[in-house]
């Protein structure tokens, strides 16, 4: 017989590692039905008919936070079996707390107390027997980071599963008579072992089960005499009298069961947070705790592992060890230099129209350009050395280590090998191959950060992030920890999207996704490096001035984002619990790294392959000569799509369809922005990371005006396909993840337009409509900025003063 | 009315009444600040805001502006 279990307790009480060692890699990661939630379910690891399922975190079963919700809904509705409740016993009382309203429900509870190593570190006795009497209820002292007292939990929690439940924990006699009037109101569907259960929902007033529990007129009014009677003669509401009770409760059973080491020691977490928290080290503190962050996994480990999965296993592949690739890459680099100067002569030849007689005495001109565009060295290349060039052989990378070719190499040879339709090897080798390494990039680094976030978050430090950075982020309806996901957003988008996962609150959740892409991230600095080249002569200005944008945009966007109806309504308390420092286990650690990385590709990998591979095959197919087919860009199917939908940019300046086009390559990865540049106006298949190749050509189409305008739009507009993913895996909803992407281009066209047409008066091209429609949107914004926020006040001008 | 934002740093103060109503009450008696628990003021954030106390036995963060609503006054001793 299948036995259902459901793990219940307070966060921070050793719940994750908990389930972990229960049930080993049997476990399965997925939501709670339409909300952002992780949902953990799994199986016993000695005992495959048992399955566990571990709810979220929650300090309480009140009617107001997601997370209580849920776990209230799952333990009305699906009935488990029985509840493990993890207590941790450091913190007896407020975990009890959760116990008490658990023991309402007529479930059968087993209490795990946790933390029994660390009790008896610091002398304190807790008297289990006296507490198992007083609560009725079978305590098995455990430590789950030490594997202790599992055995006899998992034996104790079958042996007790679908027993009757114990008596709940009584209050006082006045409230327990109260109670047992509303108990014999209810109507007669309710069942016997969940009558206290809703008589209490209903004393208290809990609106969802109100809904949910219709009642007669008659027995409604009955109900609410009962309850304003005993409010009256208490003066409180009476949600606040149960909670009051169960406290009450709680504070004279503790004194029978805790015997605390009564001589007080700072503990080593109180001594960690003296020097983490204090008052001028704090913030230096956290600064170089967020360096680490990224220096380990954005510019260190991150990109290394990055570069080897797209370079390596995506690209032309690697040498085992790195050994052999530094001769290779010399090798290689002569090569190249040979092939130019056979080039730069050949061509000397073909315009000069040399005789054989005339070449052996001509010297060609090499121009060797830095990556900056600027002319490095020129280089004579003569008949000698023409000759020379071409006895320089391609080096072949086997020949220098052990080299491993990537898989588009193998995939390639093997598709040429079986003569394979050129058309068809590019869309597998180019459209999909690439597809599937757009989203297998992301991973290595994303599992790098993914794990010093899991530490961050199991070491207690997180929460003190939110702790000194929320006085700031607040302001824009961001929690603290929002911090976080923007500075790696700085190095890449989707991790940065990904890392809004240690934000509790959905809301505050919701918006730190929908505004982190709006910093710029490494793939957008080529656009900026392309667009200062180009038209502002590489001015210092242009780099910083972006970054300030992404920043304006996230302020900007929380406040008025704060103010619509899809964020107002009663601000999440911010009382936040500051656990104690400790050591997570590796085993959570790996889990957590491996959870997150992992639901990445199922989520997000779909949704990212098909819309590189649909973006790809448009750019490179179309008609040509009335025949379809593989094409140059200028002749695919997006430039016609370009070309039609351009007139959208007009009054962004840069209604070209170089730029529509442009704008949609760069929905594939941002930098692609460069390269299509170089494709469109230079015809050249490969430009430096800055393009300087077209600066010249695209003097000709943008004025600076424009291309300030067509930089903003391509750095706050919808992000590349992968962060979009992202934002759906963290989203968990299409609609949410649609309103972001919408957000993101609306806000991106009023930002740019204002920005083209104030910017082209001081280029000398302003136009008074624009302007005019400008001036309107600044309008609209500051409005939407500063109106007043309704829903907010009647939550704190609801005080009741008396 | 003392409330727990005024109250000194490093000082015990008692919990009287909570001045709030709906969610934010049940959050903050949720957490075990209910009528008479005794709160220790453990620090201030560094950029002054949100405040550090720690409540029966464990270490508790609110804002200032929740702090405000809650009313409260000196141990006895």
């Excluded at chain 1, 450091?90 to 479930?107: A, C, S």
């Excluded at chain 1, 040429?416 to 597809?435: N, R």
């Amino acid at each position: 017989m299948e036995i259902k279990i459901a793990l219940a307790g307070n966060p921070n009480c050793g719940k994750t590692t908990l389930f972990n060692n229960l049930t080993g890699s049997n476990q399965f990661v997925g939501n709670w039905p339409g909300v952002t939630v992780e949902k953990k379910e799994g199986r016993l690891k000695h005992n495959k008919d048992v399955k566990i399922i571990d709810l979220p975190g929650i300090y309480s079963l009140s009617p107001y936070t997601l997370e209580e919700v849920i776990a209230r809904d799952f333990l009305i509705e699906e009935k488990p079996d029985v509840i493990i409740n993890i207590i941790d016993g450091t913190n007896l009382e407020r975990n009890l707390y959760l116990t008490t309203q658990l023991k309402e429900l007529g479930i059968p509870i087993v209490a795990a107390l946790n933390m029994s190593d660390i009790l008896q570190k610091q002398n304190d006795v807790i008297n289990i027997d006296e507490l198992s009497r007083l609560y009725d209820m079978p305590v098995v002292e455990i430590s789950a980071l030490k594997n202790i007292g599992l055995d006899e939990l998992q034996k104790t929690a079958t042996a007790y599963a679908g027993k009757k439940a114990g008596k709940p924990v009584s209050f006082s006699p006045e409230l327990e008579e109260t109670l047992s009037k509303i108990e014999a109101l209810l109507p007669a569907t309710v069942p016997a072992d969940k009558k206290r259960w809703y008589a209490i929902k209903l004393f208290e007033r809990d609106e969802k089960v109100l809904e949910k529990i219709k009642l007669t007129p008659e027995t409604s009014s009955k109900i609410d005499e009962l309850i304003e009677a005993y409010e009256d003669r208490v003066d409180d509401d009476s949600e606040s009298i149960v909670t009051d009770e169960r406290y009450n409760a709680i504070t004279s059973s503790i004194n029978k069961v805790h015997k605390k080491d009564k001589t007080k020691k700072l503990s080593l977490s109180d001594k960690i947070d003296r020097v983490v928290t204090n008052r001028y080290l704090a913030l230096p503190i956290f600064a170089l705790v967020m360096f680490v962050v990224y220096f380990i996994s954005v510019t260190t480990v991150g990109t290394w592992t990055t570069d080897f999965v797209n370079d390596g296993v995506f690209g032309d592949g690697f040498f085992l060890f790195g050994a052999g690739r530094e001769h290779y890459e010399e090798a290689l680099g002569e090569y190249d230099l040979a092939s130019q100067e056979i080039e730069a002569f050949e061509e000397m030849q073909a315009s000069e129209n040399l005789t054989p007689d005339q070449l052996k005495s001509a010297t060609a001109q090499l121009d060797v350009y830095s990556d900056e565009g600027e002319l490095e060295e020129v280089i004579p290349v003569d008949y000698a050395t023409y000759l020379q060039a071409q006895d320089v052989p391609e080096p072949e990378p086997s020949q220098f280590g052990t080299f491993v070719p990537g898989i588009p190499v193998i995939v390639q040879n093997f598709l040429e090998s079986v003569d394979c339709a050129e058309w068809l090897q590019g869309l597998i080798l180019d459209g999909i191959i690439g597809g599937v390494g757009a989203v297998l990039g992301f991973v290595p680094q994303m599992f790098v950060l993914f794990f010093l976030l899991a530490f961050l978050e199991g070491c207690g430090y997180m929460a003190r992030v939110a702790f000194v950075m929320d006085r700031i982020f607040r302001k824009f309806g961001l929690s603290g920890k929002s911090f976080i996901p923007m500075l790696i957003g700085t190095g890449c988008g989707v991790p940065g999207i990904m890392a809004s996962r240690t934000i509790e609150n959905e809301r505050d959740r919701r918006m730190t996704i929908i505004t982190t892409t709006f910093i710029p991230c490494g793939a957008k600095l080529p656009i900026i490096a392309l667009i200062a080249g180009a038209l502002f002569g590489g001015a210092w200005w242009v780099a910083p001035s972006a970054y300030l944008i992404g920043a304006f945009s996230i302020v900007l966007s929380g406040i008025i984002l704060k103010k619509t109806s899809m964020f107002s309504g009663e601000p999440a308390p911010f009382v936040m619990e500051l656990p104690p420092y400790h050591l997570p286990p590796l085993k959570n650690l790996l889990s957590s790294m491996w959870e997150r990385g992992y639901s990445f590709i199922k989520k997000a990998g779909t949704i990212i392959l098909l819309a590189t591979t649909l973006v790809w095959f448009l750019s490179n197919f179309g008609f040509e000569d009335g025949r379809f087919g593989m094409v140059d860009m200028q002749q695919s199917m997006l430039a016609v799509l370009g070309s039609a939908i351009s007139f959208i940019f007009i009054p962004l300046g840069w209604g070209t369809w170089q730029g529509a086009v442009a704008t949609l390559t760069g929905l594939i990865a941002k930098e692609n922005v460069v390269g299509t540049f170089g494709v469109l106006f230079g015809g050249m298949s490969d430009v430096a990371e800055n393009g300087w190749q077209v600066w010249q050509n695209m003097q000709a189409v943008f004025t600076p005006a424009a291309a300030f305008s067509f930089l903003t739009f391509n750095l706050l507009c919808a992000p590349c396909f992968a962060a979009i993913g992202a934002i759906k895996r963290e989203m968990n909803s299409t609609k949410w993840t649609l309103f972001a992407v919408a957000y993101q281009c609306v806000f991106a066209y009023c930002v740019s337009l204002v920005i083209y047409q104030f910017g082209a008066w001081i280029y000398g091209d302003g136009s008074i409509l624009g302007t005019v429609i400008a001036v309107a949107v600044l309008a609209i914004a500051a409005y939407l900025a500063f109106r007043p926020a309704k829903q907010y006040k009647p939550m704190k001008a609801g005080a009741e003063l008396q | 009315m003392n409330t727990l934002k005024d109250a000194k740093i490093g000082s015990t103060v008692n919990v009287k009444k909570i001045h709030a109503t709906g969610a934010l009450k049940r959050r903050i008696m949720d957490m075990g600040l209910t009528r008479g628990t005794p709160v220790y003021l453990r620090k201030l954030a560094p950029l002054g805001d949100p405040i550090e106390i720690t409540v029966r036995g464990y270490e508790l963060s609110i804002r200032k502006d929740d702090a405000s609503l809650i009313e409260v006054e000196e141990t006895e001793d």
